[in-house]
């Protein structure tokens, strides 16, 4: 599948519109329900086929951000043969206690993964987060960049963003 096709499928199947309170608390006259492509397991591999074309030539893991990311980095996981992280919001209290979970080795290169950025608040966090357990990141992947600051708030920490599609292209299928 083309990357046009694509584009074309996710916003058919996943573009609504209405108002939309989203996580930054910005509301939106419209909204990408991502779920609706990281269910459908054709539309889900197809966005990681996309996106393996973005990955750096070097890194040790992916790290998918809890829930949207871990669907993705899944994938993507398939595909490269390289292994995955998932990566919650908070660590748990209970069992392990981790933040990362699948295991893994200080000082590894990883490769943050998400679903949606908008201004990358999570995504900033997280990385700190995993930096201050030993992880080196210098790259976020993500399916859409809405273009809201969040790539912005990403070089800020170092790190290069990587997107399938920006919203920009999305709307103009």
Not at 90 to 115: M, S
Not at 139 to 150: E, M, N, P
Request: glycine letters at 10%.
């Amino acid at each position: 599948m083309t990357k046009k096709e694509l584009g074309k499928k996710i916003k058919e199947k996943c573009y609504l519109t209405g108002s939309f309170k989203l996580r930054s608390g910005l509301i939106s006259g419209f909204y990408w329900d991502k779920y609706r492509f990281e269910s459908d397991p054709v539309l889900l591999n197809a966005v990681a086929s996309q996106m393996q074309e973005l990955l750096p030539v070097n890194f040790d893991r992916l790290a998918g951000l809890e829930l949207g990311g871990v669907p993705i980095a899944t994938e993507l996981s398939r595909i490269t043969g390289k292994p995955t992280l998932f990566v919650r919001k908070e660590a748990k209290t209970y069992g392990t206690c981790n933040l990362a979970e699948g295991g893994f080795e200080n000082g590894e290169t990883l490769v943050v993964v998400e679903d949606v950025i908008t201004t990358a608040g999570q995504v900033c966090t997280s990385i700190n987060q995993l930096r201050a357990l030993g992880f080196q990141i210098e790259h976020v992947v993500c399916a859409i960049d809405r273009l809201q600051g969040g790539g912005k708030k990403i070089a800020e920490l170092g790190c290069e963003l990587s997107a399938v599609f920006t919203l920009d292209e999305l709307e103009s299928y």
